[in-house]
């Protein structure tokens, strides 16, 4: 009997996300997105937690700088939602070592601290 792989998204993994619609300040339009959810959730549920990426670099608490794809920019901790994973349009990658610390150490600092 062959085995079926189920493939899902992977914490740390950058996808292009439809995160309209959105009501007041929330971060809109279609953007990419890093997967911040533990793998034995994304792959039990039917939705993951995102941090949105902008190319817009503002000096605000828990936005995180990167270079994903020879574009800088920054991950925003602050805008992390739960998604449909259907709103996961394109996979564009993961992002470094050195972010996935930065991104970890910063969810440490706001959730623990």
């Given at each position: 009997?062959?085995?079926?792989?189920?493939?899902?998204?992977?914490?740390?993994?950058?996808?292009?996300?439809?995160?309209?619609?959105?009501?007041?300040?929330e971060?809109?339009?279609?953007?990419?997105?890093?997967?911040?959810?533990?793998?034995?959730?994304?792959?039990?549920?039917?939705?993951?937690?995102?941090?949105?990426?902008?190319?817009?670099?503002?000096?605000?608490?828990?936005?995180?700088?990167?270079?994903?794809?020879?574009?800088?920019?920054?991950i925003?901790?602050?805008?992390?939602?739960?998604?449909?994973?259907?709103?996961?349009?394109?996979?564009d990658?993961?992002?470094s070592?050195?972010?996935?610390?930065?991104?970890?150490?910063?969810?440490?600092?706001?959730?623990?601290?």
């Amino acid at each position: 009997m062959d085995m079926v792989k189920t493939v899902f998204p992977k914490r740390f993994e950058v996808y292009w996300v439809n995160l309209d619609p959105t009501i007041g300040t929330e971060v809109k339009k279609t953007r990419p997105c890093v997967i911040i959810s533990p793998d034995s959730m994304n792959q039990g549920l039917h939705t993951v937690l995102i941090a949105p990426m902008t190319t817009t670099v503002k000096r605000w608490p828990f936005r995180i700088l990167i270079s994903h794809k020879k574009t800088d920019g920054q991950i925003m901790l602050d805008q992390i939602r739960g998604i449909s994973k259907k709103r996961l349009t394109r996979p564009d990658g993961v992002v470094s070592v050195k972010a996935r610390n930065r991104i970890l150490e910063a969810l440490r600092v706001m959730f623990l601290e």
